[in-house]
């Protein structure tokens, strides 16, 4: 009892009261006595632990049958008060914002006019987004690229099963190891019939937002992650022999590796030879047409490929501990 | 403010709440998928059609995976065909 901490001795207060296993086999004096002198182990209590009614120990076991219930409302009372102070706070905020599409709000400014006005001469593209995301503001969106690649690695690192006997679900004794990731996926009659209609339609979807992420909304990201919940779903209904046939670790790497490379060395080029507004050399194509943007379309297709990649391994990796 | 707009707020105001308060996880994250699909039709409706893919695909698709995920891998809910009986799932 002695090397326990403060907070466990705590506990065993609240949740028992003072009655403690040890009181329970001794005999009634003693037991008093213990109470007495074992409760709290401040040294200030020694000084009165003879006495037969210890005022120290009234107050410290006061505090710590009470207290506790004190604490406990008023920490209650605390945190409504600070979450209903938040949302006042906030409210008040929203009131003196400017309405939604307002011209005379701050926002509105010569950055703003420059992007809508001159996206489509210099960018080549009509979403004027696309061309904010991926010219005017590419390197934010290669830094983006890479804290995704970073969080993949992390996971990674994380989850990662090591033994290859493991992790491709070959150690066929479930019961025995009780892990989660040696249960094949047992999925139903409705959710593979539904995943053989669901599944080619988001592959088709996500390929066409990233193809058209220069005409219309969308672009890399958005098609990505539908692509990526489309493997997912995959996975899903028909068990990861089904997407282990085509995606395994080397096309992992492979795809990652490359996307990413590609793009850097894209945003390299158009950052070398001046940026925004500057001929780069590359064919902007028609405004509107598919093939048009410059290195919009090829940036499109490395990030979607990379962000489909990492959501398929995130899943894969939580759900089995590797790819 | 439209009339789909009040519904759209109210819902996603009620789902804030409601992911809060609900005891079970596998509820809660329920919820908030719905949250995420609330959430990608106001962007829908505040013309930000790319935000709302994204928002779909990942918010309500991917996140709400890999919190499932995670659940039955520390065996918060119980997987189908999970024999192993000392692994009660966790009713909190």
């Known amino acids: 009892m002695k090397s326990d901490g403060f907070f466990s001795r705590l506990n065993s207060f609240v949740e028992y009261g003072s009655m403690r296993e040890e009181d329970l086999t001794l005999s009634p004096s003693e037991k008093h006595k213990t109470i007495d002198t074992d409760i709290p182990e401040n040294r200030w209590l020694t000084t009165v632990q003879n006495s037969e009614k210890p005022v120290g120990a009234r107050i410290a076991t006061w505090v710590s049958h009470r207290g506790v219930e004190i604490f406990d409302r008023l920490y209650r009372v605390a945190a409504a008060f600070i979450c209903f102070t938040l949302i006042g706070v906030l409210l008040s905020v929203v009131a003196f914002l400017p309405a939604f599409g307002d011209e005379d709000a701050p926002a509105v400014n010569e950055v703003v006019e420059r992007y809508v006005s001159k996206s489509v001469e210099e960018t080549g593209t009509t979403n004027a987004v696309a061309g904010m995301i991926s010219a005017y503001r590419g390197f934010d969106t290669l830094g983006e690229a890479h804290v995704l690649f970073a969080a993949a690695c992390s996971v990674i690192i994380l989850l990662r099963v090591d033994d290859p006997e493991r992790r491709h679900g070959k150690l066929v004794d479930p019961v025995m190891t009780g892990e989660d990731m040696d249960f094949e996926p047992n999925s139903d009659l409705v959710l593979r019939k539904a995943a053989k209609v669901l599944v080619p339609l988001s592959f088709i979807f996500g390929l066409y937002v990233i193809l058209n992420g220069t005409t219309s909304p969308g672009g890399g990201f958005s098609g990505g992650a539908l692509m990526g919940a489309g493997l997912i779903l995959t996975s899903v209904a028909f068990g990861f022999g089904r997407t282990e046939r085509f995606f395994g670790d080397e096309m992992y790497h492979l795809v990652k590796t490359a996307c990413l490379t590609a793009y850097a060395l894209m945003m390299a080029y158009f950052i070398y030879m001046g940026a925004n507004g500057f001929p780069d050399g590359v064919w902007l194509g028609i405004p509107g047409s598919i093939i048009s943007g410059g290195l919009i379309l090829p940036i499109n297709i490395a990030v979607g490929f990379e962000v489909a990649c990492t959501m398929y391994c995130f899943y894969a990796l939580f759900r089995k501990g590797g790819l | ?92």
């Open chain 2, 1 to 92: 403010m439209t009339l789909l707009d009040g519904i759209l707020l109210a819902f996603l105001i009620i789902c804030a709440v409601s992911v809060s308060v609900t005891r079970n996880l596998l509820e809660s994250i329920i919820i908030y998928m719905g949250f995420s699909i609330i959430m990608s039709i106001i962007w829908l409706t505040l013309e930000a059609p790319d935000l709302a893919i994204t928002e779909a695909a990942v918010g309500a698709g991917v996140t709400g995976l890999l919190f499932l995920a995670t659940l039955k891998k520390i065996h918060a809910i119980k997987a189908e065909g999970d024999k192993n009986k000392e692994d009660k799932p966790d009713e909190k």
